[in-house]
């Protein structure tokens, strides 16, 4: 009778590994915080975990490609969306918490559920694919759908639009993950339709809190309703 020899996992994939395993934290963090300024630095950990799971795949498997996908997610998800976030919110003199439309465990309960179905979901697709990150491909749809309950549970506008980033990372990493990234012009296209559209959003809130003071989507939706 013969035993199947497991091989170890190398270094790099035990790596990328923790790396997807620090997002999964942090989408489950972000899920629970209720304070703005708190989710907005959870939001660049979970954009520096995302570059250094990049770099390591990029150092091991020889894409270098993955290498400018990296340096686009330093400079966008880890300086330049956050910088953006805390100038607006200290612009619109945000001072507080993040209000939930459901309770915090309930909503991590929902999570925990989510992230089940993610696994289970991504298993066939982790078998397909023959990249180094394939072990995270679950992961990155856990995140994704973490996001996705993040920004449909706030009632402010501004953590719905950080879910909505959050969501964006968790997407890049799935694509990662399953095909070693995206053509560098589509990656390009999207980095820079996410920073002008920050912008916009960035106009819109100070439009919307000078029509209605008050960045509250229940608010708006009674003003519509009346």
Avoid at 126 to 141: C, E, Y
Avoid at 167 to 186: D, I, K
Wanted: charged share 10%; with cysteine.
């Amino acid at each position: 009778m013969t035993e199947t020899a497991i091989l170890p996992i190398p270094l790099s994939g035990q790596l990328i590994n923790l790396c997807a395993a620090l997002m999964l934290l942090l989408g489950f963090a972000m899920l629970a915080q209720r304070r703005i300024l708190t989710l907005i630095n959870l939001f660049m950990l979970q954009g520096g975990a995302l570059f250094a799971s990049t770099v390591i795949a990029a150092h091991s498997t020889g894409q270098h490609h993955l290498y400018w996908s990296a340096a686009i997610t330093l400079l966008l998800k880890v300086i330049g969306l956050p910088w953006i976030l805390h100038r607006l919110i200290r612009r619109l003199s945000v001072k507080w918490d993040v209000e939930t439309l459901l309770n915090i465990p309930t909503t991590m309960l929902i999570g925990i559920v989510l992230v089940v179905i993610s696994f289970n979901v991504a298993q066939p697709i982790s078998q397909l694919s023959g990249t180094i990150m394939r072990a995270t491909i679950g992961i990155a749809l856990a995140c994704t759908l973490l996001s996705f309950l993040m920004m449909i549970t706030r009632s402010k506008a501004v953590p719905q639009v950080i879910a909505f980033l959050a969501m964006e990372n968790s997407l890049f990493f799935a694509a990662t993950s399953a095909t070693y990234g995206m053509p560098m012009v589509v990656e390009l296209g999207i980095a820079l339709d996410v920073l002008v559209g920050m912008v916009i959003l960035g106009v819109f809130f100070f439009q919307i809190r000078e029509q209605f003071d008050s960045l509250d989507i229940r608010q708006m939706e009674k003003i519509k309703e009346e």
